[in-house]
């Protein structure tokens, strides 16, 4: 089972909005709503931001926006904000032998 | 409020075996099944595998084979992921995980357990 695909960074500047993409198969991104972003500052567990596509949890901004279509996802942080700063996973759900895979994750630099 | 709170730092010789815990507390232990997810030092993240609490069924990822195994004890609300053989390679900081309402996604997060394996 192959990781996810990412790119490896995104910038902007403060104000700005960027979008993290997130490329699977069918087997993973393509068929299933599971599929969920974490934020991770350095140091410091993962932190949930996104689940089932396109949902956020309770107390996480609504800056960031969630979004798929095929076999990509997407995450939008909208109104860059320096505490942004952190790298950025995502995760299927996979219909495969092994039940879950992460994304080979993102560096989000605020400029 | 949701807990997991996972055991100290180990150092381990190659070859050796190490076992981590997690304990839960701030909702039904048996309820919702605990992932383990490990990263290695500036890597990604990668899923190891998923135990039921309930019955103790599991799941874990082919990259393993026949090395790691995840046990619980509901009656500490513990679960335990013991890796064996280990490897230079399996350095890395392990983190056990649970899902949401419905058992999906990465919802609570241990604050992660960090293994050395060195000469």
């Given at each position: 089972?192959?990781?996810?695909?990412?790119p490896?960074?995104?910038?902007?500047?403060p104000?700005?909005s960027?979008?993290?993409?997130?490329?699977g198969?069918?087997s993973?991104v393509?068929?299933h709503?599971?599929?969920?972003?974490?934020?991770q500052h350095?140091?410091?567990?993962?932190?949930?931001?996104i689940?089932d596509?396109?949902?956020?949890?309770?107390?996480?901004?609504?800056?960031?926006?969630?979004?798929?279509?095929?076999?990509?996802?997407?995450?939008?942080?909208s109104?860059?904000?320096?505490?942004?700063e952190?790298?950025y996973?995502?995760?299927?759900?996979?219909?495969?032998?092994?039940?879950?895979?992460?994304?080979?994750?993102?560096?989000v630099?605020?400029? | 409020?949701?807990?997991?709170?996972?055991?100290g730092?180990?150092?381990?010789?190659p070859?050796a075996?190490?076992?981590?815990?997690?304990?839960?507390?701030?909702?039904?232990f048996?309820?919702?099944?605990i992932?383990?997810?490990?990263?290695?030092?500036?890597?990604?993240?990668?899923?190891?595998?998923?135990?039921?609490t309930?019955?103790g069924n599991?799941?874990?990822?082919?990259?393993f084979?026949?090395?790691?195994?995840?046990?619980?004890?509901?009656?500490?609300s513990?679960?335990?992921?013991?890796?064996?053989?280990?490897?230079s390679?399996d350095?890395?900081m392990?983190?056990?995980?649970?899902?949401?309402?419905d058992?999906?996604?990465?919802?609570?997060w241990?604050?992660?357990?960090l293994?050395t394996v060195?000469?």
């Amino acid at each position: 089972q192959s990781a996810l695909t990412q790119p490896a960074s995104v910038s902007g500047s403060p104000g700005q909005s960027i979008t993290i993409s997130c490329t699977g198969t069918s087997s993973d991104v393509g068929g299933h709503k599971h599929v969920s972003w974490y934020q991770q500052h350095p140091g410091k567990a993962p932190k949930l931001m996104i689940f089932d596509v396109s949902d956020r949890p309770s107390g996480v901004s609504n800056r960031f926006s969630g979004s798929k279509s095929g076999n990509t996802a997407s995450l939008t942080i909208s109104g860059l904000q320096a505490e942004d700063e952190a790298d950025y996973y995502c995760s299927s759900y996979s219909s495969s032998t092994t039940l879950y895979v992460f994304g080979t994750g993102t560096k989000v630099t605020v400029l | 409020q949701v807990q997991l709170v996972q055991s100290g730092g180990e150092v381990k010789k190659p070859g050796a075996s190490v076992k981590v815990s997690c304990k839960a507390s701030g909702y039904t232990f048996s309820s919702y099944g605990i992932s383990w997810v490990r990263q290695a030092p500036g890597q990604g993240l990668e899923w190891m595998g998923w135990i039921s609490t309930d019955n103790g069924n599991t799941n874990y990822a082919q990259k393993f084979p026949g090395r790691v195994t995840m046990t619980t004890d509901i009656s500490t609300s513990t679960a335990y992921m013991e890796l064996r053989s280990l490897r230079s390679d399996d350095t890395a900081m392990y983190y056990c995980t649970r899902g949401g309402r419905d058992g999906y996604n990465f919802w609570y997060w241990g604050q992660g357990t960090l293994v050395t394996v060195s000469s």
